[in-house]
């Protein structure tokens, strides 16, 4: 999927294909902005495996590049031949019940590894690992989401070009809100303004949000809910 096809279908769409009513670089600020949306609506759409070193303490960040946690899976040894080699597993658990059981925070070992992992989606960039890590240097595996590389700022003709590092799959969405985006420019029309609401909805609509399609991608305990949902089916009553 190419940044030539989905504009393609949005300057037909928004009547413009001679780019009068928006420049080439607005077309093409208005596709980060979608893209963007895109990834932070589901992050499974743009993901990153990575090896992260651990900074000292409890409470931890992403990447700079990265917009949402995704998944921890392992401890990770540094080796001089292999660079790295496996390690223990470690499990995602509830913060609440790390601070109900003990003084995690506070705890003055000095781990070659952490055991558990904790996240909120109300932090997304932050994320809370246990053991606290001392002056042992700490390496996990780990799965997150992260950004694009914006196409506006690039010669219009060599963005065309260029491919959208997404699935074929979202090229509906990302039409849909380029064209919410279009529309909403023109405050004064409420016949514009209708038209975005509707284009709004039908993004959203596309990505399945209206059934928490994130819930599947973020971490989560089983049996406990994420944003409402819960992540164990609720039986059928007879």
Known sequence: MKVKDILARVVTLYNDEDYVRVTQEGYLKFLDDAINQVILSRPDAHVKTSIVKLTTGTRQRLPEDGYSLIDIYSNKIPDPVAGY??????????????????????????????TEFAYDLRSPRTYWVSPAVGTNEIYVEMDYSYGVTPFSGTDFATALEQDIPLAEVFRGP????MLYLLYSTDSTSSNDLQVAQRYEASFYQALGLEYKATFYVVPKIEGASVAGVPTTPTPAQP
Not at 174 to 177: E, R, T
């Open 85 to 114: 080699l496996p390690g223990t597993p470690v499990f995602q658990v509830d913060r609440k019940d790390l601070d109900y059981f003990s003084n995690w925070h506070g705890t003055n070992t000095n781990p070659t590894e952490i």
């Open 174 to 177: 990302l039409v849909s809100y």
